[in-house]
């Protein structure tokens, strides 16, 4: 069933939303079997406005994972497969000379889409990634000195494979920041597996998927979670966690606001999902560690000791005080 809003309608409700994501996952999940949590997380991520980095292990669903939420979506998709010897115009664009008109055009490359699938994006080199970092940010690109608008809803899902080193580039800490949140979908339960040979034993799912809901009604969700309340404690909570990575022993480099501004956002989309117009702290720590781990930059030392991103989000969020919270503003 595909989920529309009433174009006479000004406003939606915070169940509506819930609804939208509902349908998501539950189309998505007929692809990507028994990763409900990982599923929910990118649309959190999507309805956040963000983009989303996938992080895994060749063949345990990332790029079908991407292709199966934009099927869900019915926008606009393109795949980026990235090699060391890509060039930044193969992904935005180039200018050719027309011969006709004696004029140039723009050749739109394929970031040109509401969702982007860039696959493998630390096999392209520091040049090519660079070439993403306006896109991410401004939603826009800009070739031979004109910018032009990207579409909306625009969403990069980016992978890469950590245990694989040769022949690949590490993402700079100033485009990993850009990524809303982080993700791993880790291998499958024995039950699951056996269900993935089932339903691949004939046709693979994704062949059978069809469009849940549409662009606009994606861009209508996105807008009513600015509307889901953050009590002012909620907010000072959000800034003591990013403070205390910056404060860290084992931190060389803590989150940026950016990152307080991550937390912020994916809290607001997750209390939607659930059904709340307002966030509360068990929000917050949910999703501090897929949007903070990856924009810490460990100290020397404590890389040493095989200290993580991970680790100092899990220490911070066990010894800093949760607070309590307001639904909604008194009086």
Excluded at 40 to 62: F, R
Excluded at 65 to 70: E, F, I, Q
Excluded at 250 to 264: C, E, I, V
Aim: charged content about 25%; glycine content about 6%.
């Amino acid at each position: 069933m595909r989920i529309t809003f009433l174009e006479d309608r000004e406003e939606i409700s915070v169940k509506e939303v819930q609804a939208v994501t509902e349908s998501l996952v539950e189309n998505v999940e007929r692809v990507v079997i028994g990763k409900r949590k990982v599923i929910e997380l990118v649309i959190i991520g999507l309805l956040s406005q963000g983009h989303i980095l996938i992080e895994d292990v060749p063949g345990v669903g990332k790029t079908v994972l991407a292709r199966a939420l934009a099927k869900s979506l019915g926008c606009t998709f393109r795949r980026i497969q990235f090699t060391p010897d890509m060039l930044p115009s193969d992904v935005t664009g180039v200018s050719i000379f027309n011969q006709k008109t004696r004029e140039f055009e723009f050749r739109p490359g394929p970031i040109m889409a509401q969702i982007v699938l860039t696959d493998e994006i630390n096999r392209a080199t520091p040049k090519t990634q660079a070439a993403l970092l306006e896109a991410m940010q401004e939603l826009q690109v800009t070739v031979d000195g004109v910018t032009y608008p990207l579409p909306r809803p625009f969403l990069i899902l980016a992978t890469q494979n950590p245990i694989e080193y040769e022949g690949t580039f590490p993402l700079p800490e100033a485009q990993l920041d850009r990524f809303l949140v982080r993700i791993r979908l880790g291998y499958p339960g024995l039950d699951d597996e056996i269900a993935i040979l089932d339903s691949q034993q004939y046709v693979h799912p994704l062949t059978q998927i069809e469009q849940v809901i549409d662009a606009e009604a994606l861009t209508t969700a996105q807008e009513k979670l600015k509307d889901v309340y953050v009590d002012p404690l909620v907010k000072r909570y959000i800034v003591d966690i990013i403070t205390q990575t910056r404060r860290h022993a084992d931190t060389y480099l803590g989150a940026s606001p950016r990152g307080s501004l991550a937390l912020f956002r994916t809290g607001q989309a997750r209390a939607a999902v659930l059904g709340r117009d307002y966030v509360i702290p068990d929000d917050i720590k949910a999703l501090a560690m897929p949007t903070l781990a990856h924009r810490l930059i460990i100290s020397p030392s404590a890389r040493l000791r095989d200290v993580t991103g991970e680790a100092v989000v899990r220490e911070i969020l066990s010894t800093l005080p949760v607070p309590g919270a307001h639904v909604r503003p008194r009086g």
